[in-house]
Protein backbone atom coordinates (compact mmCIF):
# COMPACT_ATOMS: atom_id res chain seq x y z
CA UNK A 1 0.00 0.00 0.00
CA UNK A 2 3.30 2.22 0.30
CA UNK A 3 5.32 3.77 -2.10
CA UNK A 4 8.55 5.20 -0.77
CA UNK A 5 10.61 8.48 -2.48
CA UNK A 6 14.45 8.61 -2.81
CA UNK A 7 14.00 11.02 0.34
CA UNK A 8 12.18 8.90 2.47
CA UNK A 9 9.02 10.02 2.41
CA UNK A 10 6.42 7.35 2.54
CA UNK A 11 3.11 7.94 0.99
CA UNK A 12 -0.34 5.48 1.25
CA UNK A 13 -1.15 5.01 -2.03
CA UNK A 14 -5.22 5.57 -2.57
CA UNK A 15 -5.06 5.91 -6.18
CA UNK A 16 -3.35 2.69 -7.48
CA UNK A 17 -1.23 5.34 -9.69
CA UNK A 18 -4.30 6.02 -12.15
CA UNK A 19 -6.47 3.20 -10.72
CA UNK A 20 -3.51 0.46 -11.77
CA UNK A 21 -2.10 -1.27 -8.63
CA UNK A 22 -5.02 -3.57 -7.82
CA UNK A 23 -2.50 -5.85 -5.71
CA UNK A 24 -0.37 -2.85 -4.64
CA UNK A 25 3.29 -2.42 -5.12
CA UNK A 26 5.20 -5.39 -4.61
CA UNK A 27 2.76 -9.00 -4.36
CA UNK A 28 5.06 -11.82 -4.19
CA UNK A 29 3.24 -14.18 -6.16
CA UNK A 30 3.24 -11.50 -9.27
CA UNK A 31 6.82 -11.20 -8.78
CA UNK A 32 7.76 -14.80 -8.65
CA UNK A 33 4.96 -15.14 -12.56
CA UNK A 34 6.97 -12.45 -14.04
CA UNK A 35 10.84 -13.86 -12.70
CA UNK A 36 9.58 -17.88 -14.09
CA UNK A 37 8.29 -16.19 -17.23
CA UNK A 38 11.75 -14.51 -17.83
CA UNK A 39 13.43 -17.65 -17.52
CA UNK A 40 11.09 -19.11 -19.82
CA UNK A 41 10.87 -16.57 -22.59
CA UNK A 42 11.24 -13.44 -22.38
CA UNK A 43 9.39 -12.08 -26.28
CA UNK A 44 8.34 -14.10 -28.86
CA UNK A 45 6.40 -11.72 -31.97
CA UNK A 46 3.37 -12.72 -32.61
CA UNK A 47 3.80 -13.33 -36.16
CA UNK A 48 5.72 -16.46 -34.69
CA UNK A 49 4.33 -17.83 -31.84
CA UNK A 50 1.78 -17.15 -29.70
CA UNK A 51 2.59 -18.13 -25.99
CA UNK A 52 1.12 -20.23 -22.87
CA UNK A 53 0.93 -17.28 -20.69
CA UNK A 54 -1.19 -15.23 -23.83
CA UNK A 55 -3.15 -18.60 -24.30
CA UNK A 56 -3.79 -18.70 -20.66
CA UNK A 57 -4.75 -15.33 -19.70
CA UNK A 58 -6.99 -14.94 -23.08
CA UNK A 59 -8.85 -18.13 -21.26
CA UNK A 60 -8.62 -16.35 -17.61
CA UNK A 61 -10.39 -13.34 -19.25
CA UNK A 62 -13.08 -15.03 -21.12
CA UNK A 63 -13.83 -17.64 -17.87
CA UNK A 64 -15.15 -14.48 -16.07
CA UNK A 65 -16.50 -12.13 -18.96
CA UNK A 66 -19.79 -11.91 -20.13
CA UNK A 67 -21.44 -14.44 -22.25
CA UNK A 68 -20.52 -13.58 -25.41
CA UNK A 69 -17.73 -11.78 -25.01
CA UNK A 70 -15.01 -14.72 -26.55
CA UNK A 71 -12.17 -13.37 -28.13
CA UNK A 72 -9.35 -11.71 -26.63
CA UNK A 73 -6.73 -8.92 -28.70
CA UNK A 74 -3.62 -8.58 -26.29
CA UNK A 75 -2.10 -5.29 -26.32
CA UNK A 76 0.16 -3.09 -24.14
CA UNK A 77 -1.70 -0.23 -22.76
CA UNK A 78 -5.49 1.38 -22.46
CA UNK A 79 -5.09 3.90 -25.49
CA UNK A 80 -4.01 0.55 -27.60
CA UNK A 81 -6.53 -1.08 -26.21
CA UNK A 82 -9.25 1.43 -27.33
CA UNK A 83 -7.31 2.24 -30.75
CA UNK A 84 -7.66 -1.16 -31.35
CA UNK A 85 -11.42 -1.61 -30.61
CA UNK A 86 -11.89 1.43 -32.65
CA UNK A 87 -10.49 0.02 -35.85
CA UNK A 88 -12.35 -3.61 -35.25
CA UNK A 89 -15.59 -1.74 -35.04
CA UNK A 90 -14.57 0.16 -38.21
CA UNK A 91 -13.27 -3.45 -40.18
CA UNK A 92 -15.63 -5.26 -39.07
CA UNK A 93 -17.77 -3.02 -41.03
CA UNK A 94 -15.78 -3.29 -43.79
CA UNK A 95 -16.10 -6.88 -43.98
CA UNK A 96 -19.46 -7.12 -43.90
CA UNK A 97 -20.20 -4.77 -46.76
CA UNK A 98 -21.34 -1.37 -44.67
CA UNK A 99 -18.37 0.52 -45.83
CA UNK A 100 -20.51 3.61 -45.71
CA UNK A 101 -20.33 3.53 -41.82
CA UNK A 102 -17.60 6.07 -40.52
CA UNK A 103 -18.65 7.73 -37.67
CA UNK A 104 -18.58 7.21 -34.04
CA UNK A 105 -20.63 8.57 -31.05
CA UNK A 106 -19.27 8.94 -27.98
CA UNK A 107 -19.68 11.25 -24.77
CA UNK A 108 -18.74 14.94 -23.34
CA UNK A 109 -16.57 14.62 -20.22
CA UNK A 110 -15.07 10.91 -21.46
CA UNK A 111 -11.43 9.90 -21.46
CA UNK A 112 -10.07 7.18 -23.80
CA UNK A 113 -6.75 7.71 -24.31
CA UNK A 114 -4.27 10.20 -25.65
CA UNK A 115 -2.86 8.72 -29.10
CA UNK A 116 -5.48 10.10 -32.44
CA UNK A 117 -8.53 7.81 -32.06
CA UNK A 118 -8.79 7.36 -28.83
CA UNK A 119 -8.42 11.20 -28.27
CA UNK A 120 -11.51 11.72 -31.62
CA UNK A 121 -13.84 9.89 -29.60
CA UNK A 122 -12.68 11.41 -25.54
CA UNK A 123 -14.93 14.13 -25.23
CA UNK A 124 -12.06 15.59 -22.88
CA UNK A 125 -11.91 19.38 -24.46
CA UNK A 126 -8.87 20.73 -23.83
CA UNK A 127 -6.58 17.60 -24.82
CA UNK A 128 -8.54 17.00 -27.92
CA UNK A 129 -8.06 21.46 -28.70
CA UNK A 130 -4.51 21.10 -30.36
CA UNK A 131 -5.23 17.98 -32.40
CA UNK A 132 -8.70 18.61 -33.20
CA UNK A 133 -8.08 18.96 -37.58
CA UNK A 134 -6.15 15.63 -37.13
CA UNK A 135 -9.33 13.59 -35.54
CA UNK A 136 -11.58 11.17 -37.07
CA UNK A 137 -14.93 12.06 -37.27
CA UNK A 138 -17.16 11.76 -33.73
CA UNK A 139 -19.96 13.42 -32.53
CA UNK A 140 -20.45 13.65 -28.61
CA UNK A 141 -23.04 13.02 -26.64
CA UNK A 142 -24.28 13.95 -22.91
CA UNK A 143 -22.22 11.78 -19.95
CA UNK A 144 -24.44 10.33 -17.51
CA UNK A 145 -24.00 12.68 -14.66
CA UNK A 146 -26.62 12.44 -12.31
CA UNK A 147 -25.40 15.51 -9.52
CA UNK A 148 -25.14 18.54 -12.90
CA UNK A 149 -27.51 17.07 -15.65
CA UNK A 150 -30.90 15.18 -13.59
CA UNK A 151 -33.43 17.60 -13.69
CA UNK A 152 -35.16 17.51 -10.53
CA UNK A 153 -38.61 17.00 -12.29
CA UNK A 154 -37.35 13.35 -13.26
CA UNK A 155 -36.43 10.15 -11.56
CA UNK A 156 -32.37 8.29 -11.83
CA UNK A 157 -34.75 5.88 -14.48
CA UNK A 158 -36.13 8.93 -16.67
CA UNK A 159 -33.15 10.77 -16.55
CA UNK A 160 -31.09 7.45 -18.34
CA UNK A 161 -34.02 7.39 -20.71
CA UNK A 162 -33.76 10.81 -21.77
CA UNK A 163 -29.91 9.89 -22.35
CA UNK A 164 -30.70 7.09 -24.41
CA UNK A 165 -33.05 9.25 -26.60
CA UNK A 166 -30.30 12.10 -27.11
CA UNK A 167 -28.01 9.68 -28.36
CA UNK A 168 -30.80 7.70 -30.94
CA UNK A 169 -31.41 11.42 -32.48
CA UNK A 170 -27.65 11.62 -32.78
CA UNK A 171 -27.71 8.63 -34.66
CA UNK A 172 -30.73 9.42 -36.48
CA UNK A 173 -29.39 12.95 -37.18
CA UNK A 174 -26.10 11.41 -38.24
CA UNK A 175 -27.87 8.72 -40.48
CA UNK A 176 -28.28 5.45 -39.00
CA UNK A 177 -26.43 3.78 -42.23
CA UNK A 178 -23.13 5.62 -40.83
CA UNK A 179 -22.48 5.12 -37.52
CA UNK A 180 -20.06 2.71 -36.28
CA UNK A 181 -20.23 2.48 -32.68
CA UNK A 182 -21.05 4.52 -29.87
CA UNK A 183 -18.25 4.62 -27.59
CA UNK A 184 -18.62 5.04 -23.20
CA UNK A 185 -16.94 3.99 -19.91
CA UNK A 186 -19.10 1.68 -18.35
CA UNK A 187 -18.37 4.16 -15.51
CA UNK A 188 -16.84 6.94 -16.08
CA UNK A 189 -13.15 8.39 -14.69
CA UNK A 190 -10.65 10.01 -15.26
CA UNK A 191 -12.75 13.28 -16.71
CA UNK A 192 -14.70 13.98 -14.54
CA UNK A 193 -14.38 12.24 -10.90
CA UNK A 194 -16.39 8.87 -11.12
CA UNK A 195 -19.49 9.01 -12.80
CA UNK A 196 -21.94 5.62 -12.27
CA UNK A 197 -24.40 4.89 -14.61
CA UNK A 198 -28.15 5.01 -13.49
CA UNK A 199 -30.41 2.21 -13.46
CA UNK A 200 -31.45 1.45 -16.69
CA UNK A 201 -29.36 3.17 -18.66
CA UNK A 202 -27.19 1.09 -20.44
CA UNK A 203 -29.93 -1.27 -21.11
CA UNK A 204 -31.63 1.61 -22.85
CA UNK A 205 -28.24 2.40 -24.73
CA UNK A 206 -27.88 -1.24 -26.04
CA UNK A 207 -31.27 -1.00 -27.33
CA UNK A 208 -30.62 1.94 -29.24
CA UNK A 209 -27.51 0.70 -30.87
CA UNK A 210 -29.55 -2.87 -31.63
CA UNK A 211 -31.80 -0.95 -33.03
CA UNK A 212 -29.84 0.78 -35.59
CA UNK A 213 -26.91 -1.68 -36.16
CA UNK A 214 -24.53 0.37 -33.81
CA UNK A 215 -21.82 -1.37 -31.98
CA UNK A 216 -21.46 -0.68 -28.80
CA UNK A 217 -17.81 -0.62 -26.96
CA UNK A 218 -17.33 -0.07 -23.71
CA UNK A 219 -13.70 0.99 -22.43
CA UNK A 220 -13.52 -0.56 -18.49
CA UNK A 221 -9.59 0.43 -18.94
CA UNK A 222 -10.17 2.55 -15.71
CA UNK A 223 -13.34 0.65 -14.34
CA UNK A 224 -12.72 -2.75 -15.20
CA UNK A 225 -11.51 -5.63 -13.57
CA UNK A 226 -12.87 -5.48 -10.27
CA UNK A 227 -12.68 -2.18 -9.25
CA UNK A 228 -15.87 -1.79 -8.83
CA UNK A 229 -16.30 -4.65 -7.43
CA UNK A 230 -17.18 -7.32 -10.30
CA UNK A 231 -14.42 -8.38 -12.89
CA UNK A 232 -16.02 -6.12 -15.80
CA UNK A 233 -18.27 -3.13 -14.43
CA UNK A 234 -21.03 -3.89 -17.54
CA UNK A 235 -22.16 -7.05 -15.13
CA UNK A 236 -24.12 -4.74 -12.93
CA UNK A 237 -25.43 -2.92 -15.84
CA UNK A 238 -26.85 -5.82 -17.72
CA UNK A 239 -25.79 -5.56 -20.64
CA UNK A 240 -23.09 -6.91 -22.73
CA UNK A 241 -21.17 -4.81 -25.51
CA UNK A 242 -19.64 -5.56 -28.88
CA UNK A 243 -16.15 -5.10 -27.78
CA UNK A 244 -14.83 -4.18 -24.53
CA UNK A 245 -11.46 -2.57 -23.28
CA UNK A 246 -9.73 -3.25 -20.49
CA UNK A 247 -5.95 -2.45 -19.10
CA UNK A 248 -4.33 -0.90 -15.96
CA UNK A 249 -5.57 -3.21 -13.17
CA UNK A 250 -5.47 -5.80 -15.64
CA UNK A 251 -1.43 -6.20 -14.98
CA UNK A 252 -2.22 -3.97 -11.67
CA UNK A 253 0.84 -1.98 -12.71
CA UNK A 254 3.69 -4.79 -12.72
CA UNK A 255 3.39 -4.87 -16.65
CA UNK A 256 1.99 -2.26 -19.33
CA UNK A 257 -1.16 -4.68 -20.87
CA UNK A 258 -4.45 -4.16 -22.13
CA UNK A 259 -7.15 -5.93 -24.15
CA UNK A 260 -9.76 -6.25 -26.11
CA UNK A 261 -12.61 -8.43 -25.86
CA UNK A 262 -14.81 -8.80 -28.52
CA UNK A 263 -17.83 -10.79 -29.74
CA UNK A 264 -17.11 -13.96 -31.94
CA UNK A 265 -19.18 -12.33 -34.94
CA UNK A 266 -16.99 -9.50 -35.21
CA UNK A 267 -13.81 -11.42 -35.55
CA UNK A 268 -15.68 -14.54 -37.16
CA UNK A 269 -16.31 -11.44 -40.00
CA UNK A 270 -12.65 -10.67 -40.71
CA UNK A 271 -11.72 -14.21 -40.60
CA UNK A 272 -14.21 -15.02 -43.44
CA UNK A 273 -13.84 -11.28 -45.50
CA UNK A 274 -9.54 -10.13 -45.14
CA UNK A 275 -9.05 -13.43 -42.80
CA UNK A 276 -7.26 -11.00 -40.21
CA UNK A 277 -7.65 -7.65 -38.10
CA UNK A 278 -5.61 -5.34 -40.07
CA UNK A 279 -3.27 -3.85 -37.37
CA UNK A 280 -0.69 -4.86 -34.77
CA UNK A 281 2.22 -3.88 -32.40
CA UNK A 282 5.50 -5.13 -31.84
CA UNK A 283 4.57 -5.94 -28.48
CA UNK A 284 1.43 -7.35 -28.66
CA UNK A 285 0.24 -10.13 -26.19
CA UNK A 286 3.97 -9.32 -24.36
CA UNK A 287 4.53 -12.75 -23.00
CA UNK A 288 5.89 -11.62 -19.66
CA UNK A 289 3.11 -8.90 -19.20
CA UNK A 290 0.45 -11.93 -19.96
CA UNK A 291 2.39 -13.60 -16.91
CA UNK A 292 1.92 -10.91 -14.77
CA UNK A 293 -1.69 -9.90 -15.35
CA UNK A 294 -2.26 -13.88 -15.35
CA UNK A 295 -1.03 -13.83 -11.61
CA UNK A 296 -2.64 -10.39 -10.96
CA UNK A 297 -6.16 -11.94 -11.85
CA UNK A 298 -5.10 -15.38 -9.90
CA UNK A 299 -4.48 -13.47 -6.83
CA UNK A 300 -7.87 -11.88 -7.01
CA UNK A 301 -9.84 -14.90 -7.84
CA UNK A 302 -7.66 -16.89 -5.01
CA UNK A 303 -7.96 -14.17 -2.70
CA UNK A 304 -11.67 -13.34 -2.88
CA UNK A 305 -11.00 -9.81 -3.61
CA UNK A 306 -14.16 -8.65 -5.50
CA UNK A 307 -16.16 -9.92 -2.99
CA UNK A 308 -13.62 -7.56 -0.49
CA UNK A 309 -13.28 -4.77 -2.59
CA UNK A 310 -17.40 -4.97 -2.93
CA UNK A 311 -17.90 -5.24 0.67
CA UNK A 312 -14.89 -2.56 1.95
CA UNK A 313 -16.04 -0.38 -0.76
CA UNK A 314 -19.59 0.03 0.66
CA UNK A 315 -18.03 0.71 4.04
CA UNK A 316 -15.29 2.98 2.29
CA UNK A 317 -18.13 5.06 0.99
CA UNK A 318 -19.90 5.41 4.42
CA UNK A 319 -15.91 6.64 5.98
CA UNK A 320 -16.07 9.21 3.22
CA UNK A 321 -19.37 10.30 3.76
CA UNK A 322 -18.46 10.90 7.31
CA UNK A 323 -15.20 12.74 6.82
CA UNK A 324 -16.45 15.12 3.81
CA UNK A 325 -19.86 14.84 3.34
CA UNK A 326 -20.45 18.35 5.61
CA UNK A 327 -17.79 19.78 3.95
CA UNK A 328 -18.97 22.89 2.85
CA UNK A 329 -16.62 22.39 -0.01
CA UNK A 330 -17.32 18.88 -0.79
CA UNK A 331 -20.45 18.75 -3.78
CA UNK A 332 -21.03 15.37 -4.34
CA UNK A 333 -19.09 11.72 -3.35
CA UNK A 334 -20.37 9.23 -5.70
CA UNK A 335 -18.89 5.47 -6.85
CA UNK A 336 -19.07 1.79 -6.41
CA UNK A 337 -16.72 -0.55 -5.02
CA UNK A 338 -13.13 0.61 -4.31
CA UNK A 339 -13.61 3.34 -7.31
CA UNK A 340 -15.03 6.70 -5.32
CA UNK A 341 -15.17 10.81 -6.52
CA UNK A 342 -15.42 13.81 -4.70
CA UNK A 343 -16.66 16.83 -6.43
CA UNK A 344 -14.98 20.05 -5.39
CA UNK A 345 -17.17 22.97 -5.96
CA UNK A 346 -16.79 26.83 -4.12
CA UNK A 347 -20.53 26.87 -3.40
CA UNK A 348 -22.89 23.71 -2.54
CA UNK A 349 -26.14 25.49 -3.16
CA UNK A 350 -25.44 26.28 -6.87
CA UNK A 351 -22.84 23.85 -7.51
CA UNK A 352 -20.63 26.15 -8.25
CA UNK A 353 -17.12 25.17 -9.62
CA UNK A 354 -14.23 26.81 -8.19
CA UNK A 355 -12.29 29.29 -10.99
CA UNK A 356 -10.01 27.41 -12.69
CA UNK A 357 -7.18 29.61 -12.61
CA UNK A 358 -6.71 28.63 -9.08
CA UNK A 359 -6.11 24.63 -10.01
CA UNK A 360 -7.62 23.53 -6.56
CA UNK A 361 -6.97 19.59 -8.04
CA UNK A 362 -3.07 20.27 -8.21
CA UNK A 363 -3.21 21.79 -4.81
CA UNK A 364 -5.05 19.23 -3.39
CA UNK A 365 -2.58 17.04 -4.57
CA UNK A 366 -0.03 18.58 -3.23
CA UNK A 367 -1.09 18.81 0.34
CA UNK A 368 -2.04 15.38 0.35
CA UNK A 369 1.55 14.50 -0.64
CA UNK A 370 3.05 16.75 2.35
CA UNK A 371 0.56 14.38 4.61
CA UNK A 372 1.72 11.16 3.26
CA UNK A 373 -0.94 10.66 0.96
CA UNK A 374 -1.59 9.29 -3.05
CA UNK A 375 -4.75 10.44 -4.55
CA UNK A 376 -5.36 11.64 -8.19
CA UNK A 377 -6.96 14.69 -8.42
CA UNK A 378 -8.31 15.79 -11.71
CA UNK A 379 -9.89 19.10 -13.37
CA UNK A 380 -12.54 18.43 -15.96
CA UNK A 381 -15.11 20.53 -17.65
CA UNK A 382 -18.38 21.47 -16.25
CA UNK A 383 -21.01 23.51 -18.54
CA UNK A 384 -17.58 24.96 -20.03
CA UNK A 385 -15.88 25.87 -16.64
CA UNK A 386 -13.06 23.87 -14.83
CA UNK A 387 -14.79 21.43 -12.35
CA UNK A 388 -12.22 20.24 -9.56
CA UNK A 389 -12.53 16.23 -8.39
CA UNK A 390 -10.31 14.01 -6.56
CA UNK A 391 -10.20 10.12 -7.53
CA UNK A 392 -10.11 7.49 -5.35
CA UNK A 393 -8.84 3.94 -6.69
CA UNK A 394 -7.01 2.10 -3.80
CA UNK A 395 -5.38 -1.29 -3.91
CA UNK A 396 -7.51 -3.96 -3.13
CA UNK A 397 -5.69 -5.05 -0.44
CA UNK A 398 -6.07 -1.92 1.24
CA UNK A 399 -7.56 -2.62 5.35
CA UNK A 400 -10.07 -0.86 6.94
CA UNK A 401 -8.24 0.47 8.79
CA UNK A 402 -6.02 2.33 5.29
CA UNK A 403 -9.35 3.10 4.40
CA UNK A 404 -10.11 5.13 7.47
CA UNK A 405 -6.49 6.52 7.21
CA UNK A 406 -7.35 7.61 3.88
CA UNK A 407 -10.77 9.29 4.26
CA UNK A 408 -9.10 10.68 7.31
CA UNK A 409 -6.03 12.83 5.11
CA UNK A 410 -7.94 13.10 2.27
CA UNK A 411 -10.18 15.01 4.76
CA UNK A 412 -7.64 17.36 6.25
CA UNK A 413 -6.02 18.07 2.73
CA UNK A 414 -9.38 19.18 1.15
CA UNK A 415 -9.31 21.43 4.68
CA UNK A 416 -6.30 22.62 4.11
CA UNK A 417 -6.21 23.30 0.50
CA UNK A 418 -9.50 25.23 0.11
N1 LIG B 1 -9.60 4.65 -21.38
C1 LIG B 1 -9.88 5.04 -20.11
C2 LIG B 1 -11.28 4.93 -19.60
C3 LIG B 1 -8.85 5.55 -19.29
O1 LIG B 1 -9.15 5.96 -18.06
C4 LIG B 1 -7.54 5.63 -19.81
C5 LIG B 1 -6.45 6.16 -18.99
O2 LIG B 1 -6.65 6.84 -18.00
C6 LIG B 1 -7.31 5.19 -21.12
C7 LIG B 1 -8.36 4.70 -21.86
C8 LIG B 1 -5.93 5.26 -21.71
O3 LIG B 1 -5.13 4.29 -21.11
P1 LIG B 1 -3.52 4.43 -21.16
O4 LIG B 1 -3.17 5.62 -20.35
O5 LIG B 1 -3.05 3.12 -20.57
O6 LIG B 1 -3.13 4.55 -22.60
Not at 37 to 58: G, K, M, P, V
Not at 87 to 115: C, D, L
Not at 226 to 246: F, H, K, N, S
Request: charged letters at 20%; a neutral charge; hydrophobic letters at 45%.
Amino acid sequence: MWVHDAQGRAYLDACGGAAVSALGHGHPDVLAAMHAQIDRLAYAHTSFFTSEAAEALADELVRGAPAGLEQVYLVSGGSEAVEAALKMARQYFVEVGQPQRTHFIARRQSYHGNTLGALAVGGNAWRREPFAPLLAPATHVAPCYPYREQRADETPVQYGQRLARELEEAILAQGPERVIAFVAETVGGATAGVLTPVPGYFQAVREVCDRHGVLLILDEVMCGMGRTGTLYACEQEGVVPDLLTIAKGLGGGYQPVGAVLAQRRIVEAMSRGSGFFQHGHTYLGHPVACAAALAVQQVIRRDGLLAKVRDDGAHFGRLLEQALGAHPHVGDIRGRGFFWGVELVAERAGKTPFDPARQLHAQVKKVAMARGLMVYPMGGTVDGRQGDHVLLAPPFIATRADLERIAGLLAEAIAAAT
